[in-house]
């Protein structure tokens, strides 16, 4: 018999967003996955093996556009009054420690862990340092980023020129990048914060490490205006104008886009990412008609401040938005099936990250990031599409076990990485102080 790392024996297997089988077996041997097939447990003898009686296995999740930095803000922005980035969102950030961001750190990872997320991109903050250690001990894959703004007028805390803040990248950049499974990309935090000397800066610097740029686009109209104001074009224009737009531009909920935007996203390779339910309160992306053009989407939560990090949550909400927006007029409701939406959570996820044809599928070859759901339970069970139950019934609590790159971080909803006890009590404590 061969052997092999670790054996998952006979579940339900989602091998791709539109692929479904029964009764399979998965092979994981050094952080990937060898085969996927029927019987294979008669092959191999593993150092480690689960029984996958009752269970769905299935890529892992990825988060493409989180804030780490706004963990410790959940629950204090819904049905606050605009602007919630000035009012609320920069001056808590302004006042970051390097205690406070470990804390917000191993809270956000603990939920992604128990909520099925393998892989995010972290739009940025600061102390990032301090993120990055957390992150490379959950075992988490993520891409992280420092928060770059320039502009005249920020809290005294975060001001910084634009040499001093492409910097503060190079140096994450430099301890960071590729230790364990994260990476390190530049940021442009807020377009409207940035001078074009930072924009030139970060994506000079991205090309030169040959790594991802990412930036907050077209998320609201203020925003939109702000540029046009500035530079007498809109925000993709303008980019394009700085040669920053190519496949390795990842552009965070791209909502309100003009005909010549979406075509220069589709001619530059360029990456997008929606966050339904903070996105619900600025605009409807049109998103069908991005992917019938061939344009790679992914989906956020936007950070805790948002609602939580469930992808499951943020999936409902967007199949809901699609339909009622988009399917409803043209009585299409099938305009957004579960297959693709899958598929952007997945695939779209996996490019954000910049891991096409090794995330997002559980073939042979791809990295073993993988979770599994729990279906013996009367919310999933009986069902007649499997895959449809998945979208319209699973939560963040159905997710059993955790593997990332082959480790198994969570057993039975037992975190193995982290010490779930001592972050629960820690963030208890913060929060106590908060409202004293």
Known sequence: MRT????????????????????????????????????????????????????????????????????????????????????????????????????????????????????????????????????????????????????????????????????????????????????????????????????????????????????????????????????????????EKMQVLDSNFLGAHSLILSDEEKALIKERGVKVCHCPFSNCGKAVPDTPQLLDMGISIGMGTDGAAHGGLSLWNEMKIFRSLMNIYHGVPGSNPKIMPAETIFRMVLEGGAAALYEEDSLGRLESGYKADIISINMDQPHLCPTGNKLHTLLECVNAGDVADMIVGGRLIMKDREVLSMDEEKILYESGKYMESVNK
Not at 203 to 221: F, I, K, P, V, W
């Open 4 to 239: 092999c790392d670790l054996l998952i024996k006979d579940s339900s297997v989602l091998i791709s967003a539109e692929t479904l089988r029964e009764h399979t077996d998965i092979v994981i041997n050094a952080g990937r996955i060898e085969e996927a097939g029927a019987g294979l447990w008669k092959k191999y003898r593993a150092s480690e093996t689960i029984n996958g009686k009752g269970k769905l296995f299935m890529p892992g999740l990825i988060d493409s556009h989180v804030h780490t930095g706004q963990q410790l803000l959940k629950g204090f922005v819904l049905d606050a009054k605009p602007i919630i980035w000035t009012r609320i969102m920069l001056p808590f950030e302004s006042t970051l420690t390097s205690e406070k961001m470990r804390l917000s750190a191993q809270a956000a990872a603990l939920e992604m862990i128990k909520s099925g997320t393998t892989g995010f991109i972290d739009a940025g903050s600061y102390f990032m340092e301090d993120a990055a250690a957390v992150y490379a001990e959950s075992g988490l894959r993520g891409a992280l980023s420092y928060s770059t703004m320039d502009e005249e007028g920020l809290p005294e805390s975060i001001s910084m020129s634009a040499k001093e803040a492409v910097k503060r990248t190079d140096s994450l950049y430099d301890r960071f990048h590729g230790k364990g499974s994260l990476k390190v990309y530049y940021s442009l935090r807020a377009l409207n914060s940035c001078t074009s000397r930072l924009v030139e800066l970060e994506s000079e610097h991205a090309r030169e490490r040959g790594t991802m740029l990412q930036a907050h686009m077209n998320e609201y109209m203020g925003e939109i205006n702000g540029i046009m104001a500035r530079e007498g074009m809109r925000p993709y224009e303008y980019l």
